[in-house]
T-cell receptor, first 114, second 112 residues
Framework: DVKVTQSSRYLVKRTGEKVFLECVQD?????MFWYRQDPGLGLRLIYF???????EKGDIPEGYSVSREKKERFSLILESASTNQTSMYLC?????????????FGPGTRLTVL | QKEVEQNSGPLSVPEGAIASLNCTYS??????FFWYRQYSGKSPELIMF????GDKEDGRFTAQLNKASQYVSLLIRDSQPSDSATYLC????????????FGRGTQLTVWP
């Protein structure tokens, strides 16, 4: 079974803090993704990575950065957390398939910025 | 126009009924289509995907794809209260980068 893990289920931080969210997958997937999910807005893609050290901006990259130093690990960084970054953060990974690029999600991190 | 539109719901059906969830997409280059289920407070989990026109069945779930009409649907037969969740549709463009484009979801409630 594919397993995607995230470092924390719940996180509370203060405005201005630097925040690291970690995601690890154990299936040797090439692609990894970070989303945030807010009520009424659905899943919004922040950044994704298709290989080690390679990254692409998603739809809402402002205020975020990412790091992928190893294939299995993809980190999301909030350089200076703000209250509007309070959200559910979801990591996903996928492999390239001739049929479909199925994404598998981690359990999510609910981040609250005070 | 949003890339993926889902019937906004919420949808409410009695136990044992057929629930029908619909999704339209704007990109004719779309290759594969996915249905995910998300329980409240949990992450999305894959139900099934489809990439050929027609029907694909998996247990009580049937996905239907019509590329000419840019329409994909999910039918849930013999709906159970445990099917109560938000259902997300998504598509990819066949890129090796693996990006999916998600709809905002339809909330389904199955009442006993």
């Amino acid at each position: 079974d594919v397993k995607v893990t995230q470092s924390s289920r719940y996180l509370v931080k203060r405005t201005g803090e630097k925040v690291f969210l970690e995601c690890v997958q154990d299936m040797d997937h090439e692609n990894m993704f970070w989303y945030r999910q807010d009520p009424g807005l659905g899943l919004r893609l922040i950044y994704f990575s298709y290989d080690v050290k390679m990254k692409e901006k998603g739809d809402i990259p402002e205020g975020y950065s990412v790091s992928r130093e190893k294939k299995e690990r993809f980190s999301l960084i909030l350089e200076s957390a703000s209250t509007n970054q309070t959200s559910m953060y979801l990591c996903a990974s996928s492999f390239v398939s001739g049929q479909a690029n199925t994404q598998y999600f981690g359990p999510g991190t609910r981040l609250t910025v005070l | 126009q949003k890339e993926v539109e889902q019937n906004s719901g919420p949808l409410s059906v009695p136990e044992g009924a057929i629930a029908s969830l619909n999704c339209t997409y704007s990109d004719r280059g779309s290759q594969s289509f996915f249905w995910y289920r998300q329980y409240s407070g949990k992450s999305p989990e894959l139900i099934m995907f489809i990439y050929s026109n027609g029907d694909k069945e998996d247990g009580r779930f049937t996905a239907q794809l019509n590329k000419a009409s840019q329409y994909v649907s999910l039918l849930i037969r013999d709906s159970q209260p445990s099917d109560s969740a938000t259902y997300l549709c998504a598509f990819d463009r066949g890129s090796t980068l693996g990006r999916l484009y998600f709809g905002r979801g339809t909330q389904l409630t199955v009442w006993p």
